[in-house]
């Protein structure tokens, strides 16, 4: 204005207002998006009280308090289902698009979807621990993290943007004083000004970041800020844990071997016991016998020793189901068949039967912890990629071990190690081959993400601890984020690299441009801008990115009314369930 160019004013300030909008509609987006989550959770919720039912406040609901949710609400708190059946979208959780089946004892999150079923859950968490809410609260923290890219820049621009302004007022003056001509090196100093500002370098990396968090959200995993993000891409090995993390964490029957061929009179001595106990092989075969249609009876007198077996009662005679171990204690005999299992890393449980006083051995159950069905298709993915050692470590013993990580494809195995040596072996690693990144879901986790150089943690399924620890949390039940999350990260990367470079080159030719007197103000504005919006559409592909190997087909089966995969009671022998 003060150079009397007026319409050369105008364009300047149109052009700055509406690439400052398109940039600010373009980071909106994003916010809102993640932003929105909180909303979707209702702010009151149906609490049952002494059969009463009453409206009250999501905030005032306590760990204990039960509610009802109906068909078509969404659910306000995170819970387990009490009463009732239904179908749960929980895709704003997990990511998922498939509705998961719900019954009693399962786990609702709130925001997700109630289908048709009403349903009576009990509060696990308040309003402000609850997985939603957590969520935001990663993701806000998320966007403000730097990246190690971001702080570079912005040290190079505290230096980098005075220098400028020093250049442009040196070049107005200088050129005034030596041609006389002070509008035309005025305006040429305004041109340096403008076209050496570091927008498009500073916006580059931050609305990259920015868009992989946000998209990483909608897939079902969240990172933990841009360093963490940027981090990822350096990983060159990967440790997994393996109970609930390669494997689904619950024993299941694999092998049903009867002495006299009858597999069902043995499951039902077998769960007639064990209806009684409360140790995870007991209640796995009841699960299995549950599955299989066969009833069991009703048992008297039930013994428990613990680390070794069960007896009880039923049908006026002794039934024993115990380790071999127990057995050879008993002096009762069984055939030396029973060890095949064991050396296949799985447990064994003995059944015998009092006859005559005499304690007669019926047959054999074996029960393992089953792979994931994604696990060896995630290892596979991560060769690929050049992930290389890929290791498992486990507290468990060699054997099983060994058979786990054979199903899975991993050669490298550290067994029988306590959370302090899974930490060390970390470390090891760190200084071997470079950047780790460690898989985990339990407490004794929490040193080895720590560790690490990036931490992932099975979010829903794993304790508060690994979550906290961890740099990326996995919403959904799928190790597939592993591999995902380095191609994203990979992705952004580049991006970033990419946009800083469009960045540099630009300004270097708009400013050769200018000390020869071609650029014009508002050409300046326009290539400034121009630049920005360029960097700011290049970072937004990322919002399109999709999670690589990943659906339904590749997470958990469908469960059923007792918890465990359906089978049909011709797959007793084989366990095909």
């Known amino acids: ?7 050369e004013a105008a364009a300047a300030a149109a052009l700055f ?18 932003s929105s989550l909180s909303t979707l959770a209702p702010s009151e919720a149906l609490r049952l ?23 078509g609400e969404r659910f306000p708190i995170d819970g387990s289902i009490t009463e009732g059946l239904t179908s749960v979208d929980e895709s704003l959780i997990t990511g998922e698009s498939m509705p998961a089946d719900k019954r009693i004892g399962s786990l609702v999150y709130a925001g997700s979807l109630n289908g048709s079923g009403a349903v009576v859950v009990q509060v696990t968490h308040t ?7 957590n969520i935001v609260e990663l993701v806000e923290e998320a966007r403000g993290g730097r990246g190690h890219a971001d702080q570079t820049i912005d040290r190079f621009a505290a230096i980098y943007t005075p220098v400028v302004v020093v250049a442009a007022l040196l070049l107005a003056i200088a050129g005034g004083a030596i041609t006389g001509d002070w509008r035309d090196w005025a305006t040429r100093g305004l041109v340096l000004l403008v076209i050496a500002c570091p927008c498009a370098l500073i916006i580059s990396t931050p609305v990259a970041i920015v868009s992989a968090v946000g998209v990483a959200a909608k897939r079902g995993f969240l990172v933990k800020g841009g360093s963490a993000l940027e981090s990822i891409a350096s990983v060159r090995a990967v440790v997994f844990d393996k109970t609930g993390t390669l494997t689904r964490g619950r024993p299941m029957v694999t092998v049903v071997d009867a002495f006299n061929d009858d597999e069902r009179d043995l499951l039902r001595l077998a769960a007639s016991v064990e209806a009684s106990s409360e140790h995870p092989l007991g209640l796995a075969v009841v699960d299995y016998t549950a599955q299989a249609g066969i009833p069991i009876a009703t048992a008297t007198r039930f013994t428990a020793v613990a680390g070794r077996g069960a007896s009880a009662t039923v049908e006026e005679h002794r039934v024993l189901v115990g ?7 008993l002096t009762i005999p069984y055939p030396d068949s029973v060890f095949d299992h064991a050396t296949q890393g799985q447990t064994v449980l003995v059944v015998a039967r009092e006859m005559r006083g005499d304690p007669v051995y019926l047959g ?71 950047a780790v990144a460690m898989v985990g879901d339990g407490v004794n986790d929490g040193p080895a993400l720590g560790s690490a150089t990036v931490g992932f943690a099975m979010g829903l399924t794993g304790s508060d601890l690994a979550l906290e620890t961890a740099d990326v949390a996995i919403l959904r039940n799928d190790l597939f984020a592993v591999p995902g999350a380095i191609d994203l990260s990979r992705r952004t990367v ?15 030719v708009a400013l050769v441009l200018t000390l020869v007197g071609v650029t014009t103000l508002w050409m300046a504005v326009a290539v400034d801008l121009g630049t920005s919006l360029l960097v700011t559409a290049n970072a937004l592909r990322l919002t399109r990115w ?3 190997g990943s659906g339904h087909s590749h997470g958990e089966p469908a469960q059923s009314a007792v918890g465990l995969p359906t089978a049909d009671a011709t797959g007793l022998a084989t366990g095909d369930a």
């Open 1 to 7: 204005l003060l150079l009397g160019d007026w319409a």
């Open 17 to 34: 207002a509406i690439g400052n909008l398109a940039q600010s509609l373009t980071f909106d987006r994003t916010r809102n998006a993640l």
């Open 49 to 71: 009280v002494d059969g009463r039912e009453e409206n009250v406040s999501v905030d005032r609901l306590a760990v204990g308090d039960v509610i009802r949710v109906k068909p």
């Open 127 to 133: 309003s402000v621990d609850s997985t939603l809410a």
């Open 323 to 329: 380790s071999p171990a127990w057995f050879d204690e």
């Open 364 to 434: 054999s159950i074996a029960l393992s912890d089953q792979t994931r069905p994604e696990s060896a298709a995630v290892v596979e993915r991560l060769t690929q990629q050049g992930i290389l050692p890929i290791a498992m470590m486990t507290g468990d013993n060699r054997s099983t071990a060994e058979s786990i990580a054979a199903q899975c494809g991993i050669d490298a195995v550290y067994a029988e190690l306590l959370p302090g040596d899974k930490s060390a072996k970390v470390t090891e690693l760190l200084e071997r081959v470079g």
């Open 494 to 508: 580049a991006i970033i690299r990419q946009n800083i470079g469009i960045s540099l080159v630009v300004k270097v």
């Open 546 to 548: 999709q999670l690589p």
